[in-house]
């Protein structure tokens, strides 16, 4: 089993919907939560960052963490046409020989299209 | 300010080539990681330097090596290719700050070719 699990999609999705991505993780170490985007041929480009249980807020972008289900997730409002790239999500542990390293998924391809 | 540069952007060796890979982190950043990512996968850790010293190192054989240098950038080297290392390989620098929270910020990355 993988630390990291991610449906790699593809999703499809018309302009201006909400769009719902998520990873569940087995670690439970893991502590910071991450949302990266990565348009094709790209580097990583980080999104949202938390560390705690709970909902964190920017613009059209939700991340959503419960650590009692190793569930965490990712709402995209008013979903755009430069919203298609694939997301990935990533974590680390805040302690211990793997500290700062990142485990990520495997990434969730997205396109909305007009 | 300038982000994560790295370079060069894309290189094609043959199978058993060395290859040397560079990175310049973001001014004020004393870490640097290196992830591997194949196609269709997640980025995978290969190693992560601060202040120089080796802090981590992923599943990776030896012939994978790395150094930082005083001034924070990095080489990431990979002895005697094989086919299977054919990936983007990126970088990220960050800095730590106390709990061993960090935030990583990644560069384009280097896009290799094992032919």
């Known amino acids: 089993q993988k630390e990291v699990e991610q449906d790699p999609g593809p999703l499809s999705v018309p302009e201006g919907a909400i769009v719902s991505l998520n990873c569940t993780y087995s670690?439970?170490?893991?502590?910071?939560f991450m949302w990266y985007r990565q348009y094709s041929r790209k580097g990583p480009e980080l999104l949202m960052y938390?560390?705690?249980?709970g909902n964190k807020e920017d613009g059209r972008f939700t991340a959503q963490v419960d650590k009692s289900s190793k569930y965490i997730s990712l709402f995209i409002r008013d979903s755009q046409p430069s919203d298609s790239a694939t997301y990935l999500c990533?974590?680390?542990?805040?302690?211990?020989?793997?500290?700062?390293?990142?485990?990520f998924g495997r990434g969730t391809q997205l396109t909305v299209w007009p | 300010d300038a982000g994560v540069t790295q370079s060069p952007t894309h290189l094609i060796k043959t199978r058993g080539q060395h290859v040397t890979l560079r990175c310049s982190p973001i001014?004020?950043?004393?870490?640097v990681s290196w992830y591997q990512q194949v196609l269709g996968q997640g980025p995978q850790f290969i190693f992560q330097y601060y202040e120089k010293e080796e802090r981590g190192r992923g599943n990776f054989p030896d012939r994978f090596s790395a150094r930082q240098f005083p001034n924070y950038s990095s080489e990431l080297n990979v002895n005697a290719l094989l086919l299977g290392d054919s990936a983007l390989y990126l970088c990220a620098s960050s800095l730590l700050v106390a709990g061993g929270r960090e935030t990583q910020y990644f560069g384009p990355g280097t896009r290799l070719l094992v032919l």
């Open positions: 001014s004020g950043h004393k870490s």
């Open positions: 990533a974590m680390s542990a805040n302690r211990g020989s793997t500290l700062g390293r990142l485990y």
């Open positions: 938390t560390y705690s249980s």
């Open positions: 670690n439970s170490a893991f502590q910071y």
